[in-house]
């Protein structure tokens, strides 16, 4: 009853999707390879450069994890405590804190060993889930082509002609001249041929497919940033101090986010300087550096360090944050770009 394919045409139809399949399917594995097996460890240090040595090895690990997919949330807020124990080591120079720093960055290696393993445990199963359901594609298409397609294509031809009156050959003839023209409600019909359709069929399919693969591909971060914010003493914009005495200590506020699409460590450099240094995007401020805090953040994670300074000498100045952050591919810090500044007057009690 129903018009079926040739099977020229459903072999063409089958041996295309069959291709297209295998080709994303490949694509979509490629996209989410397993991560390399964890290699972090770290030894016991006694020193600042110790701690940042073994914290360095720990904070490549994660970034390689995380750029192969890994969850390193948990690992980056680890490594963002030790890097506030190390700043209270900085400031006080009691032991204790580097002996809790050492516990932290081992803390973080056993947690990003354990991310590492539940997340190629689920990519094993993803992937595997991926290469059954590309190989049902091609089946699929066949089952649409050779059977649902026909189906839908008798369906459609007979609510198309029903919906006209079908004048017969003898009428029309019978009828003749302008009368045949003005009586005649016989269109032509713009249905497509069995070929046609199969090609349209496999058309359809096989763009789906891509656009999938479309929506996989640009599910990652388009467009990357880092942000800098200087609150005051009371963590609102605002309200920062404009005149000290010297050596007298105020509080700022640091607030960094992190929008990379990745693990980052930051390094905010505190520069001092006058009225007239010059920074933008490319250039840093040739200024002293007066303290630094540092951050490890992962995507989409914000942080508030709070930063006592003093100034000893009396002048007028402008006290710039820097952001700087480690370049896994280059192996040391590189300025961000952005920064933020406050100008500050240092008087005579």
């Keep these: 009853m129903f018009p079926s394919f040739s099977k020229k045409v459903l ?16 694509r979509i594995v490629d996209l989410f390879p397993l991560p390399p097996h964890v290699t972090c460890s770290v030894a016991h240090f006694s020193t600042l450069r110790g701690f940042y040595s073994n914290f ?42 580097l002996d809790l720093s050492y516990n932290e960055l081992v803390k973080a290696c056993a947690l990003l060993s354990s991310d590492v393993k539940h997340f190629r445990e689920v990519q094993n199963r993803n992937n595997i889930a991926t290469a059954i359901a590309v190989a049902l594609v091609p089946s699929l ?29 003898e009428e029309r ?16 019909s713009i249905l497509m041929d069995e070929e046609t359709l199969a090609v349209v069929v496999a058309i359809c399919i096989v763009v789906s497919v891509f656009v999938v693969a479309y929506v996989v591909t640009h599910s990652k971060v388009t467009e990357p940033f880092s942000a800098i914010g200087l609150l005051g003493p009371t963590k609102k914009i605002g309200g920062y101090p404009t005149v000290v005495y010297p ?16 693990i980052m460590w930051y390094r905010v450099l505190i520069k001092l300087g006058n009225r007239t240094t010059f920074i933008n995007s490319t250039v840093p401020a040739h200024a002293p550096v007066i303290d630094y805090v540092e951050a490890c953040l992962a995507h989409n994670e914000s942080t508030l360090i709070p930063v006592w300074l003093s100034i000893a000498k009396p002048g007028s ?3 710039i944050f820097e952001v700087w952050y480690y370049d896994v591919s280059k192996g040391r810090f590189v300025y961000k770009g952005i920064w933020t500044h406050i100008y500050i007057n240092v008087t005579r009690r």
């Design 317 to 319: 100045y402008k006290l």
């Design 247 to 262: 050596g007298e200590k105020f509080l700022l506020w640091v607030y960094l986010f992190d929008y990379e699409g990745k």
């Design 173 to 188: 003839r019978r009828r003749g001249g302008e009368e045949e023209e003005e009586r005649r409600t016989v269109r032509k």
């Design 141 to 169: 298409v066949y089952v649409i082509a050779s059977v649902v397609a026909p189906w839908l294509y008798v369906r459609f031809k007979l609510w198309y002609f029903s919906i006209f009156e079908v004048v017969p050959e």
């Design 11 to 26: 072999y063409a139809i089958l041996a295309a999707s069959l291709i297209a399949a295998v080709l994303i399917g490949l």
């Design 56 to 97: 360095k090895n720990v904070f490549v690990s994660a970034y390689e994890e995380n750029i192969h997919g890994v969850n390193v949330r948990n690992v980056a807020n680890v490594l963002n405590t030790a890097l506030q124990l190390i700043r209270k080591f900085r400031k006080t120079h009691n032991t204790k804190y």
